[in-house]
Every structure is written in C-alpha cells, then in structure tokens.
C-alpha cells in the first residue's frame, strides 16, 4: 500500500495538508501517515529550575487530542495512522519517519506568512526542501479539496533531469488513467530570443515520446510571460490539478532542492506542487508486467499492495 | 520517543510508546550542565558586591556555609523527584503534600523567583552588552548608554522579548554550544583570578589585602542580619547546583552518575567561587573609595569595575562571558515559569489561557510570553524605582528562593511524614535534612524580610520609608496571595482539591499497586 507521510500539526497548514494527502491518496489505495514531530528536548538546554516534568504528560495528552482530531479530518474511505515523532528538526523527523514507512510522498501545508501569495515556504517546508529523499508535496494556502486529483502537469525545463521528472509524472498520470500536460515556461524578456521556438522544438520530441506511453491524453503547452508568474497566471488550471517539477541540477543526487524557477512558479501557482528530487525512483517493485517494472514510478502501484 | 495511533476506520486506538531514548549524558556532560545552570561569571558579578556589601571580607566563609541549606533541601528535591518523577516541581509537589493553597503559593514562589532572575540576567546581559560595544569600538562613551533610563529600559525588553521568542519556538541550547559557554566561563574566570593576584604579587593592585584566616570564618560576620542577609545571596550563587540531582533517566547510570556529578559540579563551583572571591578582596579590598570592592558603585557589577584594571585589553573576554552566559541563561531560564504557569493553568489553578500549548512549536505559547512581560515589567517597575536595581533585584531574588525552596523543603517532609521513620535514611534523606534546610531557609527568609523593612537596607532604595527590597520581596508574595483569592472567586475547582489531588506518599504508592 502506497503510504503517504502528512506533517500534520493542528494548524490551518496541517489541516491543508491532511486534505492534499487524501486527494492523493484516493482510489490509489493510498494510506495516510499523519506525523507530528516534536523537538528532542535535551538534558544540555540548560533549563532551571527544573521544569514541570507534569509538562510531559500535558503535552502528551494534548498532542493524543490533536491527532485525534487530525485523524478525523482524513474521509472514512482512506486509511490513517498517526504517529509522534521526536526529532532534533521538523524537517529531520518526517524525513525519517518517511524513510522508516517508505513513504511515497511527503505531504506539507504552506507557511502562514505570506499574505500575498498562495506558497510561502516556511521553515519546514524549505528544511525539507533542501534535504528529503522522496518527493514533497506542498499544499497552498487555504487548500480545501479532497477529491481526488483531476489532472496532472509537469513543469518541464530543458535540462537534464527533466527526463527523470517526466517519467515520474508519466507514471502518475497512467495508473490514475488522467490527462497529463507538459508545461515548458519561457519568460519573453529572455535575451535569447530563439528560445520560444527552441522550447517548441523539445516540447515536440517529448511529446512523441509521451504519447507513445500515454496515448491520446498528453498535452503540451510552451507558456510565454514577462515573468514565470505571469506565465503561470495565464494558465488554466484545474481545480484537482497537481504540478509536478524537478528539484534543482544543483541538489545532491537524490535530494530536493527547489531551483529559482520552480521558487517562482511556486509562487503564482493555485494548485498544490510535487517536488521530485532529481534521479528519483522509487524501489522496483514485483510485477507481471515487464512495461511497469521499466517505468519509475510514483503514486500509485499495484505490487506494492501486497508487502 | 515514538508513539502511534493505529486506527481502521475512524476509531483511534491507545497511544502505544516505544523506543523510549536511553540515557546520554555522562559524568563529564552532568558537570557541564551543572556549571551551565549556575552560570558562575553571572552569578559573580551580580552576587559578589552585595555580598561584600553584608558580610565584607568574610565573603568566602559566607560563601561556603550557604551551600549548606542548599544542600539539605536538595536531598529532600531528590526523593521527591524519585517518588513523583511525572509530576513536576514546586507547584505539583507543595499541592500533593500540603493542599491546593500552599501549592498554589509555592508555584507562585518559583515563578516569582523565575521571573526576577530573568529580569536581573537580561539586564546584567545588557550592561555587558554596552561594555562590550565600548571595548570593541574603543569608544568608552558606549559603556555609559547603560546609565541612560530609558534606553536601558528598551534594551532590557529588547533582549527578554528575543530570549522569549526562542524559547516560545521551542529552540534549545545545543550540547556542544553548552561545552564551549562552559569552558569559556571557567577559562576566563580563572584568568581574571590569576591576573588579580599577579598584580597582587607585583605590588600593582589596588588595594592589596593578605589572605586570613578569619575570612574562612562564617562567626566574624558582625551580626545574624548580615549573616541571614549573606546566606540569602549565597543561595542565589549555588542556584542551579542541584539540577543533575534530579536528572535520572537522561543519564548513562542513573544509579551513580547524578550524585557524582552534583559533587564533581560543587567542587568545581567552590573552587571557581573561593579562587574569584579571594582574588577580589585580595587585589581591591573592602574599601569603599575607587577599586574597592566596598564602593557601592562597583557592587551592582563588580568584574564591569574590575575586568579592565585586572585583565587589561582582554577584559573583553569577561564581558563577553558574562553576556553569554547570562543570555544563555536568560533564554533557557524562559522554559521554567512557563511550564510551571502552563501546568498551573492546565489544573485550573490560573485562567485556562495559560494552559494553552502553540500547535505549531508544541511549547507553552500564552505562558512564555505571560513570563516575559512579567519579567520585563518587574525589571522596569524596580529600575524607575531604583538606582540600584540590579542590586535590589538580587536581593529580592535571594528572598524568593528561600521562599519557595524552603515551601517545597518542608513538602517533603510532610509528604513522606508516613515513611520519615521506617529506616535511618528515610530519617536523614526524608525527614532530617529537607526539615532542616527548608526551616533554615524560611528563617533567612523572614530574617531579611524583617530588615529589609529599614529603608538602609542593600543598596538604599525605599519607598515611603520602607526598604525597596521588602517593596519588591513581599510585595509580590502578596500578589501572589491576592490573586489566589481571585483565582478561587473565578474557578474555585482546583482549591476545592478537584483537579489535583492531595496525598501522601504511602498511599500513593498503595494506589499504584
């Protein structure tokens, strides 16, 4: 059963991100892991008089109250676990705790500081950015839906590594039997001015290569704005849409790392982001099917139910 | 710690806990925190002058014999800690063993204790901040904006509110940064000491005093006022010593390592301590004009007075120690009244609001920042009032402990009155020495209330001919008193014994079997 880690805490962001999850999750026999993370607290804080230790207990019996009403949040058609973590960062402890469950996913609402945009990387958000071994998902600010997703783009740039995010996204949109669009953002004020018809180029061969995966339900688009924001603005967008993008060539192998354009585009987009860390696949998986065991993968699998 | 909530469908089941963390902290590593939690470059420079002030060149005897009641009250901490590990400190403990009154004005002791030693570390932090920008820039002018009211007001509330905004995030001081605040202290401490008597020895002091015997002696104090007055602020400088007695689980054996560590953190102490205070007296004296560590103006601060003559360029050093430690202090001193204020608002002892948890960091959000303006508006109240205000709030802050150490001492000896004689050491450990060090510290404590009352006392703030100390000290033990009446007119379900039971130790141990 694919599972899907929610760095849940009971804020508008965790509430946003248990619904993401569950949108996710659904008819894909996916499971939610609601995690809440709490600091280590250690003997070297040099705190005195000794604190309440009956702190403890309170917190705890607070943090049970919590995950309780997360849990009860998550539709009675989707699975859910919750679970408290100790961990020196926030980040730290969902990473761990995805790697212990082999999570697909983890799952996290925007920061609240930003007034203006949907996305605001928080602190958590960025530590998990700069450091997770499974893709992440961001959920925008005020993200309500818990249907399941409708539709699927992926950000596409004409570096290497878009290859990798593409079979990603391939292998998402084919076993939830939705459209896929390939997106390509050129900004016009670009000094190279051939990089419109450059894009349309690539965009051509990738789409040839796409539909021989996916016939009939790709689409390509080459976006053109002065900026990514306007770019992305211009778009239409589903309401169950889900962006997917690669992490930064610069990131470690394996690791995410959000490039100055997916920044940008995460800042105008309405719809929740993945992101991919680059050269990402998930484990190979027992199947019958030699065409599925090719592909990486990322949402969904069938063989997997069984472990 | 790693707990789950398995649940099919939409029942939640039990919170199931495993892979509980063992133990880490060593020998070594008790010892830093011990040393860490007494902040000893603080605590000098805020303790020293006062103390010379009461008790002059018997500063070291004092020194040594106010470790005494501490160390009988902790004892008695110890087993209460061991028979009630999940149930907190002064608050919990005073409730259990004498009811919900006493309990309410122990927690009330602890808080008001906590809050003016965060007033007093961030002004202390603040006045070496200014000195430190003046030894950095070379431009002494800095070091006098310290003087200036209103803007060392403001920067008083400016570094309590940051310290409170670290705290409120649930941040923490770190193990290495721990080790090297530790062994900086200790270095530079020892440094001031041996540059002190070089000058001694090189006939450059000030004011060079040979080293008696008769100030080892504690009965050459001229009276028991000075002698109550000298315990109270000795009290203050080994608060923070009996931290590694209660920590069990955290260490690698628990059987040894606290003990070990209390001791190896006391002999350390003493001797930081012995070697400081001798080289003070034996490089400035007693006197009051110039150096001298009895000049009222050299009291509030004395390495500020001292640092420069003694170490020279590196005087830098001492402000940088005592401003780290004691910002480091200020923000992990945050996390004590805002736990106790949480646990108290939680057992609808205060207003629901302090009871609240932050969903985001998972620390006490309305209770931490209740702390800092609690704290920062003691320091403003006590600094407008007085010129002296370092000096009084010490002072006041020396009453408060023996408040309430003295409070949670004698809840020891009621709790376990069942067991006190059943062996020889449940009459030593249980009985003896917490009724011993709590009734020493309640005697120092009504012995300094009772002269404080003069308006000469300590540094000379009054008001209204009464002394400023007494203001500040019984003051706030009456608005403890106040708002427990309040409290009970609101929500009298916690003074009706509904929310936190009371008990002895006996029974409670037959309850849990």
Redesign the interface.
């Known amino acids: 059963m694919r599972r899907y880690v929610v760095a849940y805490?009971?804020?508008d962001s965790?509430r946003e991100a248990i619904n993401l999850a569950t949108a996710l999750a659904r008819r894909q026999g996916g499971s939610l892991d609601l995690v809440m993370v709490?600091?280590?607290?250690?003997?070297?804080?040099?705190?005195?008089?000794?604190?309440?230790?009956?702190?403890?207990?309170?917190?705890?019996d607070?943090?049970?109250e919590?995950?309780?009403e997360g849990?009860?949040l998550v539709p009675?058609d989707v699975?859910?676990?919750?679970?408290?973590?100790?961990a020196e960062s926030n980040a730290e402890g969902l990473i761990a705790a995805a790697e212990e469950f082999d999570a697909a996913l983890i799952v996290i609402g925007a920061g609240r500081s930003s007034v203006f945009r949907r996305f605001s990387v928080g602190t958590v958000a960025s530590g998990l950015l700069h450091a997770s071994t499974v893709p992440v998902a961001l959920a925008p600010r005020g993200y309500r839906r818990t249907e399941p997703v409708t539709r699927i783009t992926v950000g596409l740039g004409n570096r290497a590594g878009a290859d990798d995010v593409l079979h990603v996204a391939l292998d998402a949109a084919r076993r939830r039997g939705l459209a896929l669009r390939l997106l390509s953002l050129v900004t016009l004020d670009s000094s190279d001015l051939d990089a419109v018809s450059r894009a349309e180029t690539q965009m051509k061969e990738r789409l040839a290569q796409a539909e021989t995966m996916l016939a009939g339900r790709v689409t390509a688009h080459v976006a053109q704005g002065r900026s990514i924001e306007d770019a992305i603005d211009a778009l239409e967008w589903d309401d169950g849409e889900v962006m997917l993008i690669g992490s930064s060539r610069l990131a470690p192998h394996s690791r995410l790392f959000l490039g100055a354009t997916a920044s940008k585009v995460l800042r105008a987009l309405p719809v929740p982001m993945v992101v991919v860390p680059r050269g990402y696949r998930s484990s190979p998986l027992p199947t019958d099917n030699p065409e599925l065991s090719e592909a990486p993968e990322l949402f969904d699998d069938d063989g997997h139910q069984e472990a | 710690m790693t707990s789950t909530i398995e649940r099919a469908g939409k029942a939640p089941g039990g919170l199931s806990r495993k892979g509980l963390k063992s133990g880490s902290v060593g020998l070594l590593g008790a010892v830093v925190i011990g040393v860490s939690c007494i902040a000893p470059a603080y605590t000098l420079t805020g303790a020293l002058g006062p103390t010379i002030a009461e008790v002059g060149v018997h500063l070291p005897a004092i020194f040594l014999v106010g470790f005494i009641p501490m160390l009988l009250v902790a004892l008695g901490y110890r087993e209460l800690n061991n028979a009630m590990p999940d149930s907190g400190t002064s608050f919990t403990w005073a409730t259990r063993a004498f009811g919900p009154w006493m309990g309410w004005m122990g927690g009330w002791g602890l808080i008001a204790a906590t809050v003016i030693v965060l007033s007093n570390l961030a002004a202390v932090a603040v006045d070496f901040f200014y000195l430190m920008l003046a030894q950095v820039t070379g431009n002494e002018a800095l070091a006098d904006l310290t003087n200036n009211l209103p803007l060392n007001i403001a920067t008083t509330w400016v570094f309590i509110g940051l310290a409170c905004w670290i705290s409120y995030r649930g941040m923490e001081t770190t193990k290495t940064f721990q080790y090297v605040l530790v062994a900086f202290q200790v270095v530079v401490l020892i440094w001031f000491a041996v540059a002190a008597f070089g000058h001694v020895a090189g006939g450059t002091a000030f004011n060079a005093l040979e080293i008696s015997a008769d100030w080892f002696n504690p009965f050459g104090v001229e009276s028991f006022s000075a002698f109550a007055a000298g315990i109270s602020l000795s009290i203050f400088i080994f608060w923070g010593w009996d931290v590694t007695l209660t920590m069990n689980e955290e260490t690698k054996n628990p059987e040894k390592t606290p003990g070990r560590a209390a001791t190896a953190t006391i002999l350390v102490i003493v001797v930081i301590y012995m070697t400081v205070a001798l080289a003070v007296l034996a490089y400035a004296g007693v006197g009051t004009e110039g150096l001298g560590a009895g000049n009222p103006e050299n009291q509030e601060s004395i390495f500020a007075a001292l640092a420069g003559p003694i170490m020279g360029p590196f005087a830098i050093l001492m402000s940088l120690a005592v401003l780290s430690s004691s910002a480091a202090s200020l923000q992990s001193t945050f996390v004590s009244p805002a736990r106790t204020m949480l646990a108290m608002g939680h057992y609808k002892a205060l207003p629901a609001g302090y009871g609240k948890i932050s969903p985001r960091f998972k620390s006490p959000s309305y209770a931490t920042v209740a702390a800092a303006i609690a704290a920062g508006g003691f320091y403003t109240v006590t600094r407008v009032l007085s010129e002296n205000a370092l000096w009084d709030t010490i002072t006041a802050l020396g009453m408060m402990i023996c408040f309430y150490y003295g409070v949670t001492a004698l809840a020891c000896v009621w709790y376990f009155r069942a067991e006190a004689f059943t062996s020889l050491r449940n009459l030593g450990l249980k009985f003896a020495a917490p009724l011993l060090g709590g009734i020493i510290l309640l005697v120092m404590f009504v012995q300094t209330a009772v002269d404080s009352l003069d308006p000469d006392y300590g540094s000379g703030s009054s008001i209204g001919g009464v002394g400023l100390v007494f203001v500040l000290g019984c003051g706030v033990i009456l608005l403890g008193a106040v708002l427990m009446v309040l409290m009970y007119r609101r929500n009298p379900e916690f003074f009706r014994g509904a929310t936190l039971r009371r008990g002895v130790a006996a029974e409670d141990l037959a309850d849990r079997y």
């Open positions: 805490t009971a804020t965790g709490l600091a280590e607290s250690s003997p070297y804080s040099g705190a005195y008089p000794r604190p309440e230790s009956g702190y403890d207990a309170i917190l705890s607070q943090i049970q919590w995950l309780a849990l009860s009675d699975t859910a676990r919750a679970h408290v973590r100790r």
